[in-house]
T-cell receptor, first 113, second 112 residues
Framework: KNQVEQSPQSLIILEGKNCTLQ??????????LRWYKQDTGRGPVSLTI?????NTKSNGRYTATLDADTKQSSLHITASQLSDSASYIC????????????FGAGTRLFVKA | KAGVTQTPRYLIKTRGQQVTLSCSPI?????VSWYQQTPGQGLQFLFE???????NKGNFPGRFSGRQFSNSRSEMNVSTLELGDSALYLC???????????FGPGTRLTVT
């Protein structure tokens, strides 16, 4: 069964600190993996997209890594800011029996001053 | 280039009524996907349209339907509303289904 699991479910960190969010998936065959940031009440905004051949991609203070062998990805946020408070959603595309896009449940990040 | 727009942004309906939500994709994008987002379930895929044809469908009852027009604008309809239909409905557009998706701001539907 194609699944995407994210951890932790929620996270509280102090402003200026770093954090890492995890995403494990079972989607196969794999096409691509995306990380989205979603502010409360708004639509998700793409942070990074990676294909099978890519194992790291950065977008400012956001760095995503991908290990296609272990089917794991992480999103590292450096020097967190209050505006980083949001939900971070891992999305994996691929699968057999037709191309599918599977969304993880998200990690809710709270950055405190 | 203008982003994905959705109308209305907020909607309050009563159980049993029906509702139509609208999505205008980014100019040039031919694929439009719809998602339902609730606090407990996260994002759930409803359906995808490409060139006026439904290409994929999620696991939702027949009360949920959609269509796409020749200008790629899309509408989704929910009939016989239930309390559990209260959610944020998101529309995403892309050039061609498997490419990068861009989300609209969503329509917040509340069913009372």
């Amino acid at each position: 069964k194609n699944q995407v699991e994210q951890s932790p479910q929620s996270l509280i960190i102090l402003e200026g600190k770093n954090c890492t969010l995890q995403c494990n998936y079972t989607v196969s065959p794999f096409s691509n993996l995306r990380w989205y940031k979603q502010d409360t009440g708004r639509g998700p905004v793409s942070l990074t997209i990676m294909t099978f051949s890519e194992n790291t991609k950065s977008n400012g203070r956001y760095t995503a890594t991908l290990d296609a062998d272990t089917k794991q990805s992480s999103l590292h946020i450096t020097a967190s800011q209050l505006s980083d408070s949001a939900s971070y959603i891992c999305v994996v595309s691929g699968g057999t029996g037709g191309f599918k896009t599977i969304f993880g449940a998200g990690t809710r990040l709270f950055v405190k001053a | 280039k203008a982003g994905v727009t959705q109308t209305p942004r907020y909607l309050i309906k009563t159980r049993g009524q029906q509702v139509t939500l609208s999505c205008s994709p980014i100019s040039g994008h031919r694929s439009v996907s719809w998602y339902q987002q609730t606090p407990g379930q996260g994002l759930q895929f409803l359906f995808e349209y490409f060139s006026e044809t439904q290409r994929n469908k999620g696991n939702f009852p027949g009360r949920f339907s959609g269509r796409q027009f020749s200008n790629s604008r899309s509408e989704m309809n929910v009939s016989t509303l239930e309390l559990g239909d209260s959610a944020l409905y998101l529309c995403a557009s892309s050039l061609a289904g498997r490419s990068e998706q861009y989300f609209g701001p969503g329509t917040r539907l509340t069913v009372t």
